[in-house]
């Protein structure tokens, strides 16, 4: 299956925004709609998701520090499932990028910070 980009995801919910106002549907979220079209339209909505997401923390976080000569040796990082670690004194730069990243392809986020 070819990876979805950020733009092509919004599209496809729109899509479903649509398709839903079209046939009065109001059980449905717009993801379902598409999902449960008879054309198969978009199965894999969940992995596509997830793939969109982790390119925007690593192709967008991780490397905007990884390309910083000063952070690059500076901020610890680490990736755990769904998380991203690092030590307290760096957990707003990185909440800050996180958003960046995000507001970028025109997306809200809220990201809960955990301190252990």
Same mark, same amino acid.
């Given at each position: 299956?070819?990876?979805?980009?950020?733009?092509?995801?919004?599209?496809?919910?729109?899509?479903?925004?649509?398709?839903?106002?079209?046939?009065?549907?109001?059980?449905?979220?717009?993801?379902?709609?598409?999902?449960?079209?008879?054309?198969?339209?978009?199965?894999?909505?969940?992995?596509?998701?997830?793939?969109?997401?982790?390119?925007?923390?690593?192709?967008?976080?991780?490397?905007?520090?990884?390309?910083?000569?000063? *952070?690059?040796? @500076?901020?610890?990082?680490?990736?755990?499932?769904? %998380?991203? =670690? +690092?030590?307290?004194?760096? #957990?707003? *730069?990185?909440? @800050?990028?996180?958003?960046?990243?995000?507001?970028? %392809?025109? =997306? +809200?986020?809220?990201?809960? #910070?955990?301190?252990?």
């Amino acid at each position: 299956m070819e990876r979805q980009s950020v733009p092509r995801l919004r599209r496809l919910y729109f899509a479903g925004v649509r398709r839903l106002k079209k046939e009065g549907n109001t059980t449905l979220s717009p993801f379902e709609a598409l999902r449960t079209d008879a054309k198969g339209l978009y199965a894999g909505l969940s992995k596509d998701l997830q793939r969109a997401e982790s390119n925007l923390i690593f192709n967008g976080v991780v490397n905007r520090i990884r390309m910083d000569p000063k *952070l690059r040796k @500076r901020v610890p990082l680490f990736s755990i499932h769904d %998380s991203l =670690l +690092t030590t307290p004194e760096h #957990i707003d *730069l990185i909440d @800050r990028y996180i958003h960046d990243e995000f507001s970028k %392809s025109n =997306l +809200t986020i809220q990201t809960t #910070i955990t301190r252990y």
